[in-house]
């Protein structure tokens, strides 16, 4: 009798084959969980490496240091022969380096005789100072025959240096930055005569050769032209499109040829939209190259497909009782489409619309297929004019060879992504905010 027991009660003990199985599935689900979590980790660890590597290099950029100078505008350089009065010309050609120059010799007691002085003084100043003393006197030519301070953009690399970027300690034949000019910005330094301000000139300045004068205006403006052709042209387009489909267009080969067409569009690496771009807009129809007028028309191509899949999805998605409840009350077909389907699929629409503008903001490849790679440095009045685009100056800061463009490079990174974070949370707050659940 005991011995039965003991073995009973051994045998209850004893792990069942069930027990096994859900050991090893519970397991199985553990190790799961842990394979998602770190690949969310893995993410987040490159994502983190990128964003450090690109703030760390380009939040200086938001900075330009200058230097502030007594600048006498006089007559006999700027209008020796007294001629403004009728060729206005004179004033936008004189020499007003050679005003900076002296200033800044005065400044750090200099004799502008003493050449090999003056040539030490050479790079310290931005060439810039041309155009910054030149707005000043034409906008204002009472100026001429007084003195004013002026702050002038310090040279690139001596920008590098006050900011630390340029190692000072290494031998002087090894850097751009000689110890004579290390000498004279740490004076001017101590006298708060140079210093750090914040730079306006990377969302207003042009395209340039000199980093210091190099900004984003023309691409930022070309970038605006280029999203309101988009969003005015994708989006109804894309809307229509989908409302046909949907509603109107009797399921069929036809329709399904064209629903695989719109899906195929959407995976087309964006390079192809931008030879199509080239062959149809530029050679056969003779459009101009670099116009943001031609970009946008690119990128509405390019994001046709993303707003079609998103609006049709809206309008699957709104339940097919407000359809037939609409019909039964008397409502024909159009006015149960945009009267009550319509409205209900607006932030699905909407929605896919935004995050459409954030793919061709930041698309590249089309654009320099199309010539938007040009050397820009006006605005663009017009759409028509020449102009190019955030992503694509970015490239082109990207492959020049002075160091300063890889701050400015970063710092217009950062800007861009500024942007199309700024597009994605409305996408998202958009939709949360509007969209209903059945």
């Known amino acids: 009798m005991t011995d039965v027991t003991l073995d009973t009660v051994a045998t209850a003990t004893l792990p069942t084959r069930r027990d096994i199985g859900l050991k090893r599935r519970y397991a199985a689900e553990r190790r799961f969980r842990l394979y998602g979590v770190l690949a969310i980790l893995v993410g987040l660890a490159f994502l983190a490496v990128m964003l450090v590597s690109i703030l760390s290099k380009g939040y200086t950029s938001f900075w330009q240091t200058t230097v502030s100078l007594p600048i006498t505008f006089e007559e ?8 403004r009065a009728t060729d206005p010309n004179v004033l936008v050609t004189a020499n007003y380096p050679a005003l900076a120059q002296k200033a800044l010799a005065e400044k750090l007691g200099i004799d502008p005789k003493n050449k090999p002085m003056m040539t030490k003084l050479k790079g310290f100043l931005s060439d810039g100072s041309r155009v910054q003393l030149r707005d000043v006197v034409v906008s204002d030519p009472a100026v001429i025959g007084t003195t004013r301070n002026v702050d002038i953009l310090a040279g690139a690399n001596l920008d590098s240096a006050f900011k630390g970027q340029i190692d000072l300690t290494v031998p002087e034949d090894r850097r751009k930055v000689s110890d004579q000019q290390v000498e004279w910005m740490n004076k001017l330094k101590t006298e708060g005569a140079m210093a750090e301000h914040f730079n306006t000139g990377l969302f207003t300045f042009g395209a340039s050769s000199r980093p210091e004068t190099s900004g984003l205006g023309v691409a930022i ?21 989908s409302i046909y489909l949907e509603e109107f267009a009797k399921k069929g080969r036809f329709t399904d040829l064209i629903e695989v067409n719109i899906n195929n569009l959407a995976a087309v690496p964006s390079i192809v939209f931008g030879l199509l771009g080239l062959a149809v807009f530029v050679n056969f129809l003779g459009m101009p190259r670099s116009a943001a007028f031609v970009g946008g028309l690119v990128l509405t191509l390019m994001t046709l497909p993303t707003i079609i899949i998103a609006t049709r999805a809206a309008l699957a998605a709104v339940p097919p009782s407000i359809r037939s ?20 699929a607006a932030p699905g629409i909407l929605t896919g619309t935004i995050i459409g503008l954030a793919r061709a903001l930041g698309e590249t490849a089309p654009l320099l297929l199309i010539g938007m790679v040009a050397f820009v440095a006006n605005y663009p009045a017009t759409p028509f004019d020449p102009a190019t685009a955030l992503p694509v100056q970015i490239y082109m800061w990207a492959n020049e060879a002075e160091r300063a463009f890889v701050e400015r490079m970063s710092g217009a ?24 659940r059945w």
């Open 325 to 344: 409840a609409a019909l039964g009350l008397g409502a024909s077909k159009m006015q149960m489409v945009f009267q009550h389907i319509l409205p209900l």
């Open 76 to 83: 006999k350089v700027i209008d020796p022969d007294n001629k």
């Open 221 to 241: 403006i070309g970038s605006a032209y280029m999203m309101v052709i988009v969003l005015l042209l994708a989006l109804p387009i894309g809307v229509a499109a």
């Open 413 to 436: 990174i950062i800007i861009l992504l500024v942007f199309l974070m700024a597009m994605n949370i409305t996408a998202i707050v958009l939709r949360r905010r509007f969209e209903r």
